[in-house]
């Protein structure tokens, strides 16, 4: 019996569809009625991607581990099984699925039979997917990067699968909302409609009487009204079934939400006319704050329908009876069809055009402690998705350039199957590595694992940091697994690149090219190479000095290769920092990729960075401290747009030494130190504590007798302002009377800042100069000045903070000017547009505070500024999402650390407590972060041009890759002939309002391209205009003979998009109009199948991000389905 067959069979059986049976008839196919009031009932289940339990103890449901607060019972397999059975039994049934990440998981687990019982169940309508991301994300600490690639996932698996691409947004669970969601995320999506529940308190209890819960949102000025959403806020502020309706069995509280019992015997559990009334008394309630005669109920929550017959057995009574009753209409529904609904009454909506930040769901408790929780696994998920974009890069241009350069020349395969003499490395090859033949035929697995994991990490309870510790470190186990994988892949594909000219013309020699590092030296031991690191190598904690391949190189006089690969479509310079031991020479020089001497300084180590290397140490981190490094070599590398170059560092000793003058040494570098104005070298006192110090284009002050910063100037722009960096803290409430700090609230509970003058030291060099302070042994800064920067790198160390005294505390650094900019701000929206934020106010709601600090605390995804009126502009860039605010005029607070001790009672009943050991309960020290924020001084032409490209630059670093150069004392040079190291036509690189924002490998014999427009419309930096570009002329070796413009998560060719238009009425803002303030232009799709070579040309206004399917002139076609 084949599958299919025994499928069938075993539904029928299942279903009881026999002839013999007598069952009862519910009529369930009533649907919408002009002039009733409408009842759409709409069966969903919310499944967390983690929180309580992780991903997979939620999808089997499992239960590994014992200590567990919740008692969900949840189990995600088991919801799809019995709703694909309860669908089957009535056609009439409807199931609204958002989860990807779940679905993807179970659709792999199905034999063929089920799977093509589920693809009619879509066809009908029945199984009905909206959001359609891999997870729901969060929308404050997410950045706008990531949004678009999870939702990319998923949208394109259910393209590929179902031909289905999702119209409706379903945010209901993020803990506030951004305008990136509804123009980007929304509008750019395709969609029609976007629903969530949580908003503030306030808000709600406003616009509820006035029937203004459902509005068209307006979530960037740059789109104009081209991605106006109709936006639906759950009335009751949450995604629940109406009060006594939670049908799910389990759930505490079961015997005040029975079944609906109809028995016609009198029998005594009849309870019909009763749970009727009480039905229709839930739907006026939602009428009454409801414009329309159409309202939807959110039938389900977290994890129900593991059992789906409970539910559609009660509510296929509820529509039979209710509808005999006559009082409403009731029917199985979407919320694409009450979307239409809605768009049917040719209604002028009220218009929103600022976002949903910050959340309060009372007046003591804002949801803006999340921005900041867990700030070390923030920062490692923007690395990651950071490396995933520029691995993916390299998947498609490795192979491009390799054929373009192989092009009428015998064929030299450097990975699998060597075809010469030489091998890179083929036994160390996975069976996933970089192949040339390319495109693939099937999705790059290299990439796949930590593309899947970044995905995941986007979810409203793991980017947050608001899980429980044991699913933390679930997803961290999934990005370190995931960045294992692409990182073999990204640094074979660099040594492939790099030095596969001199692997080819070492052929005669038959010498082994390990990782692309030619080792011509025939006295080098094997295992030297091994413990020296001698392939190319991946340091994961340069920022704690720590790089394995770097240090025990040095250790042995060995020269050191760093090779780099620049993911951005701009050339760029940036300070690299490498760590070296300096027990064989502290004399060392750098050359470029052109053996040109490069200027270099040799740096010690702070002592907060050896302070972090031995906690490190203690908590097993670091199994030793051999890879931990005293001093860093220092020098500032130029690398050309979306490519690569190495540089060589090259140790000097004895016999070198005592010759002729070696030219170029690494600079030594210069240490004071102060406490109070008193010289700790000779314990003098300072007779002049005003100290100078420049980068060439920035002037610093310093003062030794405090040992704070005093001013920041530019020179040539008759531009300065005092500046001070200071350390605090908040103490965290313990809940007393009101409401504790928690994972996802911060309440502080007084402040605490250090007034007296503390310790200073200040380390000069030619390349870097350091200001390192201490304001705690728990709380230091390090503020680096690097040769002709315009910029501040403030790094920061925080923690252990203490536990002793019992009280929370919450670390905030506050940035201290005379920028006369009053009471308002601007922060970025996921990355994207700034807006506008002003202390006390919301812009379309009256605010009455009760918590003045947290209440005027806003996620910070990448930058904050304050401004003078066409004056001074003093802006933060931050290196990951933290929770910032500017609560008095010139200052600039953000928040990058938090433990505290009590719960906030908002579910995950754990106490934010983190450890180095990633536990909360252990004797382990408590978690010690670091990162860094990037402080710069602009006028008003310059200030948009300089934060946005220093936001990208910050966001995508240099790749640094590190190993054996070829032979002591020989610089590492690229080849002069038959290589280029930029992939773009134009050595120049992109425009500088351009940025490449994806470039990968589609799976399907296609490249998928993005490219954003970095400017808003407002910014009047002289970029925030229209542009046109030629995809054909790009790139050097990639060229496009076929193109379809689609949706920007690739869901459907754009052509095909024809989203609901809706009428604009007042602005909620009391704006004097409504008109938006620009004319986007709305795309109807590029598409072009044959002949595309010429045809290839497009334009970016400001914001707009364009996505392209794109078919190599190599490949074969294929068109979109």
Known sequence: ???????????????????????IQY?????????????????????????????????????????????????????LDTVTVTLLQNPDRKFTFADMAFFMKWWDEQPDGIKKVVEQLVENGQLYFVNGGYVQHDEAAAHYVAMIE???????????????????????????????????????????????????????AQRAPEKKLELIWRGAKSFGSSADVFTGNFPMGDYNPPDGFMLEW?????????????????????????????????????????????????????????????????????????????????????????????????????????DYFPYADNEWSYWTGYFTSRPTSKGYVRTCTSFLQAARQLEVLGPAARRARQAGQPVVQLINGATSNFVLDVAAAPSTSVSDTWPSEGPPMSTKRLEMAVALLQHHDAITGTAKQLVADDYHLRLSKGMD?????????????????????????????????????????????????????????????????????????????????????????????????????????????????????????????????????????????????????????????????????????????????????????????????????????????????????IDVSVSAATGRLLSLGRRGANLAADLNTEVFWYNSSDGQGHEASGAYIFRP??????????????????????????????????????????????????????????????????????????????????????????????????????QPVAGNYYPLTAAIYIEEEAGRQLAVVTDRAQGGSSLKPGQVEIMV??????????????????????????????????????????GPSTAASYRRTLQQLVNDPLILTFGKASGAGAAQTLPSSGMHTTFLADEAGLPKSVHLLTLKDNGDGRVLLRLAHVYQVDEDSGEDKNLTLDLNTLFKDLSFEAAEEVT???????SQVDRLQWQVGESLSNDTSTAPVTNFVKRTGLSCQTGCQDALQIELQPMEIRTFLLVPASAPSNSLN
């Open 1 to 23: 019996m084949n599958n299919s067959a025994f499928t069938t069979i075993a539904v029928v059986i299942l279903l009881g569809m026999t002839t013999g049976c007598q069952a």
């Open 250 to 354: 389990g759930f505490d509280d079961w015997q005040n939400r029975p079944s609906i019992v109809d028995c016609q015997d009198g029998c005594g559990e009849y309870n019909l006319d009763q749970r009727l009334d009480q039905f229709v008394l839930e739907c006026q309630k939602r009428f009454n704050v409801t414009y329309g005669n159409d309202i939807m109920l959110t039938m389900g929550t977290d994890f129900t329908y593991a059992n789906a017959f409970i539910w559609y057995k009660n509510m296929d009574k509820l529509i039979h009876y209710a509808n005999l009753d006559g009082r409403l209409n009731v029917f199985y529904s979407t919320p694409a069809a009450y979307t239409e609904a809605k768009h049917s009454y040719n209604h002028s909506w009220p218009l929103k055009t600022d």
């Open 27 to 79: 009529n369930t196919s009533a649907g919408r009625v002009e002039g009733k009031l409408n009842v759409h009932l709409v069966p969903h289940t919310h499944d967390d991607a983690g929180w309580l339990r992780t991903f997979y103890e939620y999808y089997y449901g499992s239960r590994i581990y014992a200590n567990r607060d919740d008692h969900v019972m949840a189990g995600v397999q088991f919801i």
């Open 485 to 697: 994988e692409a990182g073999d892949a990204f640094r074979k594909e660099l040594a492939s690149l790099a030095f596969a000219e001199e692997a080819r013309s070492s052929q005669q020699a038959g010498l082994e090219h390990k990782w692309g590092l030619l080792q011509p030296n025939a006295t080098l031991q094997n295992e030297d190479v091994d413990h020296a690191g001698g392939r190319l190598g991946l340091c994961h904690l340069l920022n704690a000095s720590v790089c394995h391949p770097t240090v025990e190189m040095s250790r042995l006089g060995h020269s050191i290769l760093v090779a780099m690969y620049n993911p951005l479509g701009w050339p760029r310079t940036q300070g690299i920092r490498v760590p070296i031991d300096t027990n064989f020479t502290s004399n060392w020089t750098v050359t470029d990729a052109s053996g040109q001497v490069v200027e270099s300084q040799l740096l010690p180590v702070s002592n907060s960075t050896v302070d972090l290397q031995n906690i490190m140490l203690q908590a097993d981190i670091l199994g030793n401290l051999t890879a931990a490094a005293s001093y860093e070599l220092v020098f500032i590398a130029a690398a050309p747009p979306l490519g690569y170059t190495t540089y060589t560092l090259t140790p000097v000793w004895g016999a070198q030494l005592s010759g002729a003058p070696v030219t170029g040494l690494a600079a030594a570098s210069r240490s004071r130190s102060w406490l109070n104005g008193t010289r700790l070298e000779d314990n003098t006192t300072e007779t002049q504590p005003l100290v100078q110090l420049s980068s060439g284009v």
């Open 897 to 938: 650390h938090r433990r505290v001790f009590h719960d906030d009672a908002r579910g995950v009943a754990e106490n934010l407590n983190e450890t180095m050991c990633g536990c909360t309960q252990c004797n382990c020290p408590g978690l010690v972060t670091r990162g860094s924020h990037y402080l710069t001084l602009q």
């Open 749 to 850: 509970d007084g402040s605490i800042g250090i007034t007296a003058p503390i310790p200073i030291e200040i380390v000069e060099g030619p390349v870097l100069t350091e200001i390192r302070q201490e304001f705690r042994p728990w709380a230091k800064l390090t503020t680096r000045i690097w040769k002709g920067a315009e910029f501040l790198e403030v790094e920061w160390t925080a923690g252990p903070l203490p536990f002793k005294d019992g009280m929370g505390h919450e670390l905030v650094i506050r940035y201290e000017s005379n920028v006369t900019s009053g009471d308002e701000f601007y922060t970025d929206s996921n990355g994207r547009e700034m807006l506008k934020r002003k202390v006390n106010f919301r812009p379309t709601w009256n605010l009455d505070v009760k």
């Open 1048 to 1054: 920007l998560a690739a869901g459907k060719p754009l």
């Open 150 to 204: 999870q939702t990319t996932l998923g949208h394109q698996f259910l393209n590929r699968t179902f031909g289905f691409t999702p119209t409706i947004g379903w945010q209901i669970d993020p803990f506030g909302h951004s305008g990136t969601q509804a123009s980007l995320m929304s509008g750019a999506l395709g969609f029609d409609g976007l629903f969530f529940a949580r908003t503030d308190y306030q808000d709600r």
